[in-house]
């Protein structure tokens, strides 16, 4: 059964959090404008909506966008395969 006197805590990983922020910081003025309105401002409204919000247009919006995934992943390790 449940047990209801237990409840699970959340504990973010500081670390973790620290290594992506450094790596986000790093890029250049562009690639962290697109990041954080994709991801922290507007993270529930489509790309269109969010390249318009940012006084950008969309293809140049998705360009930035893949150009800072790209970015990331190589400073934090991950394959793009």
Request: contains cysteine; glycine residues 2%.
């Amino acid at each position: 059964m449940w047990d209801e006197d237990e409840t699970d805590q959340i504990v973010p990983d500081y670390m973790d959090a620290d290594i992506v922020e450094t790596a986000v910081c790093s890029l250049r003025e562009e690639l962290r404008v697109v990041i954080k309105a994709r991801y922290v401002s507007f993270p529930y409204h489509n790309l269109n909506h969010v390249a318009h919000f940012i006084r950008m247009s969309p293809r140049k919006f998705q360009n930035n966008l893949d150009e800072a995934h790209r970015r990331l992943s190589n400073k934090l390790g991950e394959s793009n395969e």
